[in-house]
């Protein structure tokens, strides 16, 4: 008898999961009837078409037609301790199944595949509503107190060591997906920290720690394999499963609302990570360590120099291959963590990631991220972000951006200015800024606009030949910013003549933002200054773009808070305008900008340098 057949299909090729709490089946499993591992019931049982259902509103009716027989299963079993047997039955088909593998055993993987199904649905019920301790105790029963542990074993084993093939795709997708599951207690048991919650003691310090490379290296390969879902048993195209953290949890109703969706077309490479994620960030006490993150902050290239392996290597992969999948997964929180945390911790991937001539095909999907910041996520806002920052720390990098001229093609995302000649370092001067200004008018966030502009002045001594919208973008920042910080200290002004209480909060949020934004004024003009003093020669639009505006430069250093940044600038503004009048006087007629242009080319490359005080 199959509960999820395609004989519950109606018409429009939906199920019936109304029915759910009428089947024979799974009364059964859930009554007081003891169901011992090799009970013929469970054959029959495990014998459904396994489809997940294909709307939100289908996994909201099959959740709520289960909740009661779930309930009832959950008193029931701590007499039956049918979960039990059901678990004991899948470690005894778990030691037969390389044996089915190999012979395409395809039934006896399917039925496999529906009990790990099923195991994920009864854990992730009981997760939620009973504390972990309770937990273990629904796995294991008289005779064995290790049941959980070696169930817990058996799917690290599987991912490990079972071949991806057509038959075992949504073998592995079920069984990381039920790994996630049981990991996931920290986001419902909040009392407890992660080092003493019984899973994770088993993966980080348990005889599990001991699989922490195969597992990490199974886990990074399944992502940078990106295998497509091949057409499941019922016939349906791949990818009909949800996947992500949050919709195993939830069954795959996360998102409110209705109405058909389809998961991704690469599931099993979005679970591994998601997995891979999980044991990197939920373990992370300084006191503790994680041999996960070890594992994976040391592997090394397999295309190394010589075929050499590094000393200390957890495992080798193929970086051209995990640079290229990242490349192409970054519009994702997950894919962007993972080359945070590898550029972060990783040596070997980050030198590999410096030394590459196509940083171009990483660097743009992270800056089409923050060019979409009012629509993105902060988390992906700020990965990315910090990303740029982290990047533009490497002197290599800086230099290769500004060299890199990129095509229309490439950013046709880009619609502020359509731009030829714009080099990749260009790009993020001009994303960056818009970030900057997105920030301040609209998220007030101290700590993204310091991070950005750490950004571009890590990249200053480095920019070169800035296309003359760019050096117009930062000599415009600066007037923005300065103009709203001139309005906030007159306005102060009038606030504190007043002298009321009332008055107090505006005061004091005035007196903040008038703060940061003498702040942020002052780093502007460090990076105007350092690439004046590192770049001159090779920066005339930006010469000209602060010639242009000199009245105003000329303005603001007559305040103290900037006339310390503002000399230099004030010597450069002085030798090119000294250039121009003397044109000017000699040509008789005022000069077109073209020619003024020229004069400031000629006038960057005769510039004394030893005027600048570094």
């Known amino acids: 008898m199959c509960f999820f057949s395609e004989k519950m299909g109606n018409g429009?090729?939906?199920?019936?999961?109304?029915?759910?709490?009428?089947?024979?089946?799974?009364n059964r499993l859930v009554s007081k009837e003891v169901l011992t591992p090799s009970d013929p019931f469970w054959n029959s049982l495990l014998s459904f078409n396994h489809l997940p259902p294909q709307s939100r509103d289908d996994w909201k009716i099959l959740e709520e037609n289960t909740e009661e027989m779930l309930k009832r299963f959950l008193i029931s079993n701590l007499k039956t301790k049918n979960f039990s047997s059901l678990i004991k039955l899948l470690l005894l088909r778990r030691s037969e199944l390389e044996a089915s593998v190999e012979t395409e055993n395809h039934v006896y993987i399917w039925q496999t595949c529906n009990a790990l199904y099923l195991v994920r649905v009864i854990v992730k019920f009981m997760t939620e509503r009973i504390k972990e301790e309770?937990?273990?105790?629904?796995?294991?029963?008289?005779?064995?107190?290790?049941?959980?542990?070696?169930?817990?074993?058996?799917?690290?084993?599987?991912?490990?060591?079972?071949?991806?093939?057509?038959?075992?795709?949504?073998l592995h997708l079920e069984g990381t997906k039920v790994l996630i599951v049981l990991l996931s207690s920290p986001v419902f048991t909040c009392s407890k920290p992660t080092h003493q919650i019984q899973s994770w003691k088993q993966m980080m310090t348990g005889d599990l720690s001991e699989l922490s490379v195969p597992l990490t290296s199974t886990l990074l390969l399944r992502y940078i394999e990106q295998a497509v879902a091949p057409p499941d048993p019922l016939g349906q195209a791949g990818g009909s499963l949800v996947l992500g953290f949050l919709n195993i949890l939830t069954l795959g109703y996360a998102s409110s609302g209705s109405g058909d969706f389809r998961g991704p077309i690469k599931p099993l490479?979005?679970?591994?990570?998601?997995?891979l994620m999980i044991l990197q960030n939920h373990y992370t006490d300084p006191s503790l360590h994680n041999p996960y993150r070890t594992a994976l902050f040391s592997c090394s290239n397999s295309s190394g120099r010589g075929g050499e392996i590094a000393p200390g290597t957890s495992f080798v992969i193929e970086f051209?291959?995990?640079?290229?999948?990242?490349?192409?997964?970054?519009?994702?929180?997950?894919?962007?963590?993972?080359?945070?945390?590898?550029?972060?911790?990783c040596s070997s991937f980050r030198n590999y990631v410096f030394a590459a001539t196509d940083i171009d095909q990483l660097v743009l999907p992270?800056?089409?991220?923050?060019?979409?910041?009012p629509e993105s996520n902060s988390h992906l806002t700020y990965m990315s972000l910090i990303i740029i920052l982290i990047l533009s720390e490497d002197d290599l990098f800086n230099q290769t951006i500004h060299g890199c001229v990129l095509r229309g093609a490439q950013i046709g995302w880009y619609t502020e200015r359509s731009c030829t000649d714009l080099s990749l370092g260009g790009l993020v001067i001009l994303v960056v800024i818009r970030t900057i200004q997105y920030n301040m008018l609209k998220m007030r966030d101290k700590y993204l606009h310091t991070n950005c502009l750490a950004a571009l002045a890590n990249m200053s001594a480095?920019?070169?030949?800035?296309?003359?919208?760019?050096?117009?973008?930062?000599?415009s920042l600066f007037e923005t910013l300065a103009r709203k910080h001139t309005r906030l200290v007159n306005g102060l002004k009038g606030l504190e003549s007043e002298d009321t209480e009332d008055g107090f909060d505006e005061v004091s949020d005035a007196v903040q933002d008038a703060a940061v934004l003498e702040e942020v004024l002052r780093m502007v003009l460090e990076i105007i200054n350092s690439c004046f003093i590192h770049q001159i020669q090779n920066n005339p639009n930006l010469i000209y773009a602060v010639l242009y505006k000199?009245?105003?430069?000329?303005?603001?250093?007559?305040?103290?808070?900037f006339q310390d940044l503002l000399r230099n600038i004030l010597v450069v503004l002085t030798y090119m305008a000294s250039r121009v009048d003397q044109e000017t006087e000699r040509r008789g007629r005022g000069l077109e900008v073209s020619e003024v242009q020229q004069i400031v080319r000629e006038g960057a490359h005769q510039f004394p340098r030893e005027r600048l005080a570094m």
């Open 12 to 26: 429009n090729g939906r199920y019936n999961y109304k029915d759910l709490n009428k089947n024979e089946l799974l």
């Open 134 to 170: 309770e937990l273990v105790k629904q796995f294991n029963d008289e005779d064995s107190s290790e049941i959980f542990s070696r169930f817990l074993a058996s799917l690290v084993t599987l991912l490990i060591e079972i071949p991806i093939k057509s038959s075992t795709y949504y």
């Open 269 to 275: 490479a979005e679970c591994s990570l998601s997995l």
């Open 320 to 345: 051209i291959q995990l640079y290229k999948t990242l490349s192409n997964t970054l519009q994702n929180d997950e894919p962007t963590l993972l080359l945070y945390l590898l550029l972060l911790k």
């Open 366 to 373: 992270i800056l089409q991220t923050l060019y979409g910041a």
């Open 462 to 475: 480095h920019c070169t030949n800035l296309h003359p919208y760019v050096a117009q973008r930062i000599v």
């Open 550 to 561: 000199k009245e105003m430069f000329e303005l603001y250093s007559k305040n103290p808070a």
